[in-house]
């Protein structure tokens, strides 16, 4: 005969009645509270053995502390909560509050009355057992370890996967990511049992559309920003998925928030599942929300990293590169050049030096203007770039004067290159003035010479040419 005195609360007449209906057999007296104030009120008048608070309906945003401060008010006397899968995220700070044991529901009548009857014959004290904690923080170690070198974003979340798979009873985790913001995708997953989620899920990117985004705990999570805890597969109401994830040994779930605004495209979610079904402590759930954060963290990490390495990029072009003609500008040449006498010594090799000059320029400039010029030399640069090979580096080194670095090359090959870029240049119309003409001088770099020394010794040979008349080729002498 049962002897222990029950209060059970929760804000929907039609809850109150049918647990009344159902569950007051258990108890020899059965009080109903509609809130967290009537409840409060009769704990204060009645003796209560169990006071079971059904979160269903509650709304965190306002309910919250007034639940936990009932709880705390019970001074550690058993309190059993029932909490909706998708709002697992409350369990944290309301076992804070105090002691708890909680049932994810749904729950079925049966799984109901254990969870009571747990509770009445020995209410749970909440500990963590040791061996869990250990685990816990060799964990974070890991974790913090894996985050150290964060560069690349999928490698990061790869990393993070395979730490996290050890969590005693893990057999799959995974990390949810909003590429772009409104497009979540599984980033990464690590499974010791070869299960992979994307098959489970029918897909892996744009899983804001699937159907399972209400189900699956991982999606739950990185939609509504809170904790989701999947206890028995079947509770999520969705029976394809349920048989697929005990198919695959998953007995629960849990979908933990990456921390940031959802939506954002650092949103997303951490998802643990597990082969086996079992109660959390608070500091499990808790070191379980500060994985999830500190994910987060390596990831805005990474991103970061990311853009500063797209940012060095531009920073690094604009440095090296002539912005009128897109090809290296006269100190990134002239540090190339360094760079390529250095390679053609230690090697053995030859290295030539091409210098033009467009011919009468200033003439251009003056009969047809400024931007035509400046088209002028655009064409200039993309003609003489087409007849080179990859590894010959083009510089524009001052207003209308060029060089050429061309590596593994004599002077003589540097001549035949020299004379066929004189030659396409001629015979190319230039958008709005006639064609021009370039002049030009080439040189081979000489044992024991600087590479100032071989600028002016080509330099020399372009003024010779100027003098021959233009649009000609001169060799520099040695
Ligand atoms: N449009 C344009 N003109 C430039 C630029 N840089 C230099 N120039 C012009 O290039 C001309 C070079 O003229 P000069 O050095 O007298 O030589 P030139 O007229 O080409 O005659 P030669 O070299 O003797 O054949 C000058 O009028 C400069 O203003 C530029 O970025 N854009």
């Known amino acids: 005969m049962a002897q222990q005195i029950g209060l059970f609360l929760n804000p929907v007449g039609q809850r109150r009645v049918d647990f009344q209906g159902m569950y007051a057999d258990m108890f020899a007296r059965l009080f109903i509270a509609d809130g967290t104030e009537q409840a409060t009120l009769l704990l204060g008048q009645e003796r209560v053995d169990l006071l079971i608070i059904d979160l269903e309906r509650f709304d965190s945003s306002f309910d919250l502390d007034a639940i936990a401060e009932l709880i705390a008010r019970r001074a550690g006397a058993p309190v059993l909560l029932l909490c909706p899968f998708i709002s697992a995220g409350w369990l944290p700070a309301l076992m804070k509050a105090g002691p708890l044991a909680y049932a994810i529901a749904p729950l079925d009548d049966t799984d109901l009355r254990v969870a009571i009857t747990a509770q009445l014959d020995t209410p749970t004290t909440s500990g963590t057992p040791a061996d869990d904690l250990r685990a816990l923080l060799a964990l974070r170690t890991r974790m913090q370890q894996a985050l150290l070198d964060v560069d690349d974003i999928t490698n990061v979340a790869e990393q993070i996967c395979v730490a996290l798979c050890d969590v005693p009873g893990a057999v799959h985790a995974s990390l949810f990511r909003m590429d772009v913001p409104g497009d979540l995708q599984l980033e990464a997953q690590y499974s010791p049992t070869g299960l992979n989620l994307a098959r489970v899920l029918h897909r892996s990117d744009r899983l804001l559309q699937s159907p399972l985004r209400h189900a699956f705990p991982g999606l739950v999570a990185a939609c509504s920003n809170e904790m989701a805890l999947l206890d028995a597969p079947a509770k999520a109401g969705e029976p394809e998925l349920a048989l697929s994830l005990v198919d695959k040994g998953v007995e629960m779930v849990i979908g933990l928030p990456l921390g940031a605004a959802p939506g954002s495209a650092l949103a997303g979610s951490l998802c643990l599942m597990f082969g086996r079904a079992r109660q ?163 040189g081979q770099l000489a044992d024991q010479e600087s590479a100032d020394a071989l600028m002016q010794r080509v330099d020399a040979a372009l003024g010779r040419a100027k003098r021959a008349g233009r649009n000609c080729v001169e060799l520099a002498m040695s």
């Open 280 to 442: 959390f402590s608070c500091a499990e759930l808790d070191s379980f929300m500060a994985l999830a954060q500190l994910a987060g963290f390596g990831l805005r990490m990474a991103a970061m990293s990311r853009e500063n390495e797209a940012l060095l990029g531009r920073v690094t072009h604009l440095a090296t590169v002539d912005a009128l003609t897109g090809v290296a500008n006269r100190r990134h040449g002239e540090h190339l050049l360094e760079l390529e006498i250095k390679r053609a010594r230690r090697y053995k090799v030859p290295v030539a030096l091409i210098g033009f000059d467009i011919d009468r320029f200033k003439a251009i400039n003056d009969q047809f203007g400024h931007p035509v010029g400046d088209a002028a030399l655009r064409t200039v640069a993309e003609v003489t770039q087409s007849v080179l090979r990859a590894s010959d580096v083009l510089i524009r080194s001052g207003g209308e004067e060029f060089l050429i670095i061309v590596p593994h090359t004599s002077a003589i090959d540097a001549l035949k290159i020299a004379e066929k870029i004189r030659v396409a240049v001629a015979q190319t119309d230039i958008a709005g003035c006639d064609r021009l003409t370039i002049s030009l001088g080439v």
